[in-house]
T-cell receptor
């Protein structure tokens, strides 16, 4: 089955700096890679996603890159702000299964 | 407002006492699923439903039941809860399947004593 590994497990950055979270997956049939942000007491919320036919996608301060050959994908947050503090999950899906990474707790220091 | 609603949000109960966590979505979504979230393990899928009357096991289905009699509702049933089912549970829905954006509820924290 699919195995998604996520690193780092915790990340502390100074406000205004960039944050990068990396994930690897094992199933070459995976074709959809969403990223979710979870704030305290809330459910995960989709922030960006990418499909296997695209190498990079950007939405304002957030970007995701995908390397299908190496089976890894990354989330980049630029110009971090205090409201970016949260737990972030990567995930990989094929046509019938969605597997999540263990999560990264991001803390943005003012 | 488009949303997935779970009830209750918090529950403390005892081993063996049957409980049901309700989930309802107002987006007319075909696909619904249940996850449990445990520290260091991310979210693991318990059960999912592609449509009304169609349900299937996820990664960790043991000790759980579900039903999908109506499109909007997808209750999670613990017939005989045990302490290892203490966890944070999330219901999610999507328009059509697993490789589409999932909309999550705000979670139900269950403690089984």
């Amino acid at each position: 089955g699919e195995n998604v590994e996520q690193h780092p497990s915790t990340l502390s950055v100074q406000e205004g700096d960039s944050a990068v979270i990396k994930c690897t997956y094992s199933d070459s049939a995976s074709n959809y890679f969403p990223w979710y942000k979870q704030e305290l007491g809330k459910g995960p919320q989709l922030i960006i996603d990418i499909r296997s036919n695209v190498g990079e996608k950007k939405d304002q301060r957030i970007a995701v890159t995908l390397n299908k050959t190496a089976k890894h994908f990354s989330l980049h947050i630029t110009e971090t702000q205090p409201e970016d503090s949260a737990v972030y999950f990567c995930a990989a899906a094929n046509d019938y299964k969605l597997s999540f990474g263990a999560g990264t707790t991001v803390t943005v220091r003012a | 407002e488009a949303q997935v609603t779970q009830n209750p949000r918090y529950l403390i109960t005892v081993t063996g006492k049957k409980l049901t966590v309700t989930c309802s979505q107002n987006m007319n979504h075909e696909y619904m699923s249940w996850y449990r979230q445990d520290p260091g393990l991310g979210l693991r899928q318990i059960y999912y439903s592609m449509n009304v009357e169609v349900t299937d096991k996820g990664d960790v289905p043991e000790g759980y039941k579900v039903s999908r009699k109506e499109k909007r509702n997808f209750p999670l049933i613990l017939e005989s809860p045990s302490p290892n089912q203490t966890s944070l549970y999330f219901c999610a829905s999507s328009a059509a399947g697993i490789n589409q954006p999932q909309h999550f509820g705000d979670g139900t924290r269950l403690s089984i004593l």
